[in-house]
């Protein structure tokens, strides 16, 4: 990751903002969290949020 940039895995995301993990992985699949997936063999990486996308995100009040 970029120097200075703070990555959280999806439930760090879910907890800091007390949803489910399925609510955020909704908001990524719906375009409203950007989110990057890690490289894995099968193509299958983790997801990680830019905790300043997070932060972005609430501070507009985006619900789905």
């Known amino acids: 990751p970029p120097s200075g940039q703070i ?6 995301a879910a ?4 949803v489910a993990p399925r609510t ?3 908001w990524i ?5 950007p989110a990057t997936r890690l490289p ?3 193509g299958l990486g ?3 949020i830019r905790r300043s ?3 972005i995100m609430m501070a507009r009040g985006i619900q789905i």
């Open 7 to 12: 990555y959280l895995s999806v439930r760090e």
């Open 15 to 18: 907890e800091r903002i007390s």
């Open 24 to 26: 955020v992985k909704r």
């Open 29 to 33: 699949s719906a375009g409203v969290l």
């Open 40 to 42: 894995s063999p099968k």
């Open 46 to 48: 983790q997801l990680r």
């Open 53 to 55: 996308d997070l932060e």
